[in-house]
Every structure is written in structure tokens, then in C-alpha cells.
Nanobody
């Protein structure tokens, strides 16, 4: 069983930064793609960024390119999302997720395991 626990959310002013972390249990972490999703109030869940199993390939949606950086540490079973130059429209609950596909950084295949989410609020 794979369990994911996010941390690092909070309240920040526009232009500020936050770093989200995701601790993952399970022996197969290094074989799975990892991703971050978000759900803003009144909106559907949105894929934000993905990183393949080895960490060599990443993917970002256009609205966060150049501002967010996804990374992972397979030795520590952790992942992170560095968020810089935050905007009010980045306000959402952020979820980390894991996919059994090794190269699913672009969300072309399903994600199978989900964390509970962490709130990010960006004030203007």
C-alpha cells in the first residue's frame, strides 16, 4: 500500500514562495511517477506538474512554467514542489499523487495514489 502525506502549505502574499513536500511510504516509490494536482474553490481538480520515476523528466502546465519546480529524492521517498512568484490564482488545495507508470510525467495515464492535500492561500 502506498501512502502520501503532504506538508508545507500556508498563507503567503502574492510574489512570495512556498515549498510543498510529500512523504511517501512503500517500496515501489522509485518506480512510480510522482505528480502534483490542485483544486481551487469551485473548480475541478487540475494537474500542475509531474516528474518521472527516475527524476530525469518533468512536465508543467503552462500557467506555472518558470515559477514552479518539481523534484524528488528516491533515496528518501520524498517529493517536493517549489512554488515561486505565487499569484492569487494559485490558491487551492494541493495534492501529491503517485502513478504506477514510470513515465507519466505529462499525465497521459492515470494516477493511482493520493495524499489528503494541503491548503495554499495566496493573498493579493
Amino acid at each position: 500500500q502506498v501512502q502520501l502525506v503532504e506538508s508545507g502549505g500556508g498563507l503567503v502574499q502574492a510574489g512570495g514562495s512556498l515549498r510543498l513536500s510529500c512523504a511517501v511510504s512503500g517500496r515501489m516509490f522509485s518506480s512510480y511517477t510522482m505528480g502534483w494536482f490542485r483544486r481551487a474553490p469551485g473548480k475541478e481538480r487540475e494537474f500542475v506538474a509531474g516528474i518521472n520515476a527516475s527524476g530525469g523528466r518533468t512536465y508543467y502546465i503552462d500557467s506555472v512554467k518558470g515559477r514552479f519546480t518539481i523534484s524528488r529524492d528516491n533515496a528518501k521517498n520524498t517529493g517536493s514542489l517549489q512554488m515561486d512568484s505565487l499569484k492569487p490564482e494559485d490558491t487551492a488545495v494541493y495534492y501529491c499523487a503517485s502513478s504506477r507508470y514510470q513515465t507519466n510525467e505529462d499525465y497521459s495515464q492515470p494516477f493511482h495514489y493520493w495524499g489528503q492535500g494541503t491548503q495554499v492561500t495566496v493573498s493579493s
